[in-house]
């Protein structure tokens, strides 16, 4: 329930501003950051790809300027899903434990200034589209209306982290069509991988909040799968893995690399084991830790693509 407070302080309500965006806790950030950036370092092989030249492939990487602008896109857009997310969740974070401190849930900021801070954090991330091609401009429209609609999904349909897969996933096409030019099938097969690993980890965080969810009447994959929720979470794991494995064949078999990145999921795949192993227990603790879990599967990524990205350009 929401509760009244006095008025706060400069201090204060920065506080509560950073907690609205999540900026105090940057989790969600990384979350969204690494995969953006995994589709930066891709597309800009898929152009080398394109390009081609005499010797064969040509590896490249992306300029400065591209993948700080999809850096910054990332944390700003990633900020604006959690102030519009507080804001649909306005009425029933106080009836959840691990929500019921947020700042529009305990009245220290209105629905007005969530809305505010939205816009700006949305206008923030459009200015960047100046530094990018016009057609990256248009494909930004699909990441604002589903930034602003999944929040609330979670109220019509078993399936609301399918629509946070797909908000924090489009920055992979647009990278796409900010370097290349058009999204092409692999662009679209790591969009499918990330979508596979985002329902499977946000399916994690779900089942910490299953059973305040099941009280006030929210809906969620982990209230959907039931008890084969850890089944069905190993198995978009692995797909993920299978598309990532091909995804990295398609780009390094052909280099000096070889199979040696595809080889290098065999640890994610150690991580995603450890992880299922601490929710076979359904502890909401245990649970919510493996879910925080993730950001290292997304962090080793970064740096595998990114080591194979800069090899491959200097040894061809």
């Avoid at 699909?142 to 908000?167: E, H």
């Avoid at 099938?185 to 329902?199: D, G, K, S």
């Avoid at 209230?223 to 598309?243: A, E, N, P, W």
Wanted: glycine content about 6%; charged content about 15%; overall charge positive.
């Amino acid at each position: 329930m929401i509760s009244k407070r006095p008025a706060l302080n400069f201090k204060d309500k920065l506080h509560a501003y950073m907690q609205l965006t999540r900026f105090d806790k940057p989790v969600g950030i990384e979350l969204l950051l690494w995969p953006t950036l995994w589709g930066v370092l891709l597309a800009a092989m898929s152009q080398a790809q394109q390009q081609g030249s005499s010797t064969g492939v040509t590896a490249g990487l992306p300029s400065l300027k591209v993948f700080i602008i999809f850096a910054l896109g990332a944390i700003l857009m990633r900020a604006a899903g959690c102030a519009i997310n507080d804001f649909a969740d306005r009425k029933v974070d106080g009836f959840v434990t691990r929500t019921k401190g947020r700042p529009l849930a305990d009245g220290r900021l209105s629905s007005k200034e969530a809305i505010a801070a939205f816009l700006v954090l949305v206008a923030l991330s459009a200015s960047l589209l100046f530094f990018l091609p016009v057609q990256v401009f248009y494909w930004s429209l699909g990441a604002v209306v589903l930034a602003f609609i999944y929040p609330f999904m979670k109220r019509f349909t078993q399936l609301p982290q399918l629509f946070l897969a797909a908000a924090f996933g489009w920055a992979i096409p647009m990278a796409y069509v900010a370097i290349v030019g058009v999204p092409d099938i692999w662009c679209w097969l790591l969009f499918l991988a990330y979508m596979c690993w985002t329902v499977a980890y946000d399916t994690q965080y779900a089942m910490a909040d299953r059973e305040d969810d099941l009280k006030i009447g929210i809906k969620s994959t982990a209230i959907l799968f039931g008890r084969y929720d850890v089944v069905i979470i190993s198995l978009l794991q692995t797909l993920f893995l299978l598309l990532m494995g091909i995804v990295l064949w398609h780009y390094f078999s052909v280099t000096r690399l070889g199979f040696i990145p595809v080889f290098g999921l065999a640890l994610v795949a150690m991580m995603f084991a450890k992880q299922n192993s601490a929710c076979a227990s359904r502890q909401a603790a245990a649970c919510f830790q493996a879910f925080l879990a993730n950001i290292w599967v997304g962090r080793y990524l970064f740096l595998l693509i990114a080591a194979s990205c800069i090899w491959t350009s200097f040894n061809g």
